[in-house]
């Protein structure tokens, strides 16, 4: 089949120099992932090669250069997740309503379908579930959405907790203050946060009071009102943890509960509390239930692989009981 070359004019050198990326590095992953050869002098893209293979990278260079009009990021992991999307035959832009706005900021914008759906629910349910594999970007997405909503002064506060299944009797051993002891644990948490609204206005806000980050523990005897509340790791919550936390929500509050049920730390036998919340509540009205899978693995591409590899290595192999 003979190789000819589309060229793609566009009316801005700065987004297209924006849309090659450093050093190219995004247009060499379109190049791998096709088999495509592109230049982009100036305001133009130039592809080189067959035509299905031509149609199918002008198709996600366009997308690129329209999410780079919008003001959103397109770095190289969100061009492997629109690669990825290319290979099922869909690739198309996030709804406007599915991104996290911030003031002064890029908007975050979700990278595959169920991160788009998980950002749907948390703007219309009360209480969301987001279950699956690490690498989802479950924690980060629930801690940005929060922080979207204080940012734009839609509620008061931004509370997260997790349980310290690791610190267990020790974390009153640990040397400092309670956020010296504790903070380890919350590491994730803050380096979403810091990653959204930065270092000063997050020390800012904490200082203030607006942001909370803690143990699950220290919910216990709380109302959690005017708050977006995130529950992270909860496969490491017991059921009467689980109970009392989702039990503090008060008026003009939501939840967002993360954890992946297959990699609970809780002691061999006992139930864990995210497990038994996702069996029973999954009928109400006003609670949704988000599961992910290794597919929407947004980290290093090695990752989704090691997902899978390890939930292939779980199931029963043949013969076995």
């Not at 990278?57 to 780079?68: D, N, P, S, T, V």
């Not at 839609?154 to 997790?162: D, G, K, L, S, V």
């Not at 008026?251 to 049920?261: I, L």
Request: charged fraction near 25%.
């Amino acid at each position: 089949m003979s190789k000819q070359t589309d060229i793609l004019e566009f009316n801005d050198p700065d987004l297209v120099r924006k849309l090659c990326g450093p050093n190219h590095a995004n247009l060499a992953l379109i190049e791998e992932a096709f088999g495509v050869y592109i230049e982009a002098p100036g305001d133009n893209v130039h592809i080189n090669g067959d035509g299905p293979s031509r149609a199918r990278a002008g198709e996600l260079i366009k997308e690129i250069y329209q999410r780079l009009e919008r003001g959103w990021p397109c770095g190289p992991s969100d061009i492997r997740a629109l690669i990825r999307a290319m290979g099922k035959g869909k690739v198309k832009a996030a709804r406007v309503d599915a991104i996290i706005p911030f003031p002064r900021r890029s908007p975050i914008v979700p990278k595959t379908p169920r991160q788009e759906k998980f950002i749907h629910a948390m703007r219309d349910e009360t209480i969301v579930f987001g279950v699956g594999p690490a690498g989802t970007g479950k924690t980060f997405l629930a801690t940005a959405y929060g922080a979207s909503l204080l940012a734009r002064g839609e509620i008061a506060r931004f509370i997260a907790c997790r349980p310290a299944v690791e610190a267990g009797e020790r974390l009153g051993f640990l040397p400092g203050d309670l956020n010296e002891k504790v903070d380890p644990y919350m590491q994730p948490i803050w380096d979403a946060l810091h990653a959204v609204l930065g270092r000063d206005e997050v020390d800012r806000r904490r200082a203030a009071g607006d942001i909370e980050v803690a143990p699950l523990a220290f919910m216990r005897g709380r109302t959690l009102s005017d708050a977006f509340v995130v529950i992270d790791e909860a496969q490491n919550a017991t059921i009467p943890q689980m109970k009392m936390v989702l039990t503090r929500l008060g008026e003009r509050a939501k939840y967002a509960v993360t954890g992946d049920p297959t990699q609970s730390d809780l002691p061999h036998g006992q139930t864990s509390g995210l497990a038994h919340a996702l069996k029973i509540l999954k009928k109400i009205k006003g609670i949704e239930q988000i599961e992910f899978l290794a597919s929407d693995v947004v980290r290093h591409p090695l990752v989704g692989k090691i997902v899978d590899a390890y939930e292939k290595d779980s199931k029963p192999k043949a013969g076995q009981s």
